[in-house]
């Protein structure tokens, strides 16, 4: 039995270059991994199968196929290892909210099989194959904060020193092609140069880092869905350093000074979660 914890995480910026043929846009991203966690094991069985447990489980849409099923699949036919595995998830990631908690439980189903099947892939292997299974993987497959690039297949390593978020979740969830395609719609703005956020957060300096933290998909998720807009503005309210929406939303992240502030702050919103990235 091999158990992994798969870690959330959180956009500290994210921009949108531009729209792709194939569909896709590149971005350029701080992607960092936070202390919120699922739980994804696996054994040895005769035919594949994924069980997701846990407080969260139900909100894990019925029938759809699992990305980490699809993971698993993606490893099967690239190595020559074994077919059969039992994954079980422990849900703890809100789903369908931005934080990346289906790609982190593919990430991880990839990394244990190939360990429990024995298929010797280097991590640049299974980047390639985690990049065919969702744009998100390669950078989760790291294991670290990570500057992403591309349409999110460039991956290279980042310093950040931890830093504490309230992270609060909206009872609706958001998808990402929709997300993307409300950006085309809006005109597709496209926020600063990142240096001066990635020098903050090399620094962990929260106080600098707050107000510069931006997320280019916004904007337009605000528009069609304010209470996105007003959780931002309680946040701010609340005393958090700086407040934005994490990847396709709809999950808003306040930014604290510190453990402490982060539990203020997260007190007011029923719901919401304290963390810290890196883990
Ligand atoms: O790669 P993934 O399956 O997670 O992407 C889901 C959808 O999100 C894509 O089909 C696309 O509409 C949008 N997307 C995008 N540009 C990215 C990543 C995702 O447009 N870099």
């Given amino acids: 039995m091999i158990r992994i914890e798969a870690h959330a995480k959180v956009n500290v910026f994210l921009r949108v270059l531009r729209a792709r043929e194939d569909g896709y846009h590149d971005l350029a991203s701080l992607v960092l991994p936070i202390s919120l966690a699922d739980i994804v094991t696996v054994q040895p069985a005769r035919e594949l199968r994924v069980d997701v447990r846990g407080r ?3 909100d894990v849409p019925p029938g759809g196929l699992n990305l980490a099923l699809i993971a698993a699949l993606a490893l099967a036919e690239a190595s020559t290892g074994g077919m ?18 289906g790609s982190a439980d593919a990430a991880a189903t990839l990394v244990a099989l190939n360990e429990l099947w024995e298929c ?15 744009s998100d993987l390669p950078a989760l497959l790291a294991g670290g904060p ?19 978020w309230a992270v609060v979740t909206l009872d609706f ?12 719609e809006d005109g597709g703005n496209t926020g600063p140069s990142p240096w001066s956020i990635l020098d903050a957060a090399e620094r962990g300096d929260a106080e600098t880092l707050g107000p510069l933290l931006y997320n280019d998909l916004e904007r337009s998720v605000v528009r069609r869905h304010p209470e ?8 701010t309210q609340a005393g958090a ?19 402490a502030h982060a539990n203020e702050i997260a007190d007011g919103f029923e719901g919401s979660i304290v963390a810290h990235g890196p883990p």
């Fill in 56 to 58: 969260r489980a139900e």
């Fill in 84 to 101: 059969g595995a039992t994954i079980e998830i422990e849900k703890s990631i809100p789903v369908a909210a931005g934080l990346g908690g």
């Fill in 120 to 134: 010797a892939l280097d991590a640049g292997a299974l980047a390639d194959i985690g990049a065919r299974v969702g």
């Fill in 146 to 164: 990570v500057l992403v690039g591309g349409r999110g297949e460039r991956v290279e390593p980042a310093k950040v020193e931890r830093l504490w």
């Fill in 173 to 184: 969830p958001t998808r990402s092609p929709d997300a993307y395609r409300w950006w085309d």
């Fill in 228 to 235: 996105v807009g007003e959780a931002l503005q309680a946040l």
């Fill in 241 to 259: 350093l700086g407040a934005v929406m994490s990847g396709s939303g709809p999950t808003v992240l306040g930014l604290a000074r510190d453990e």
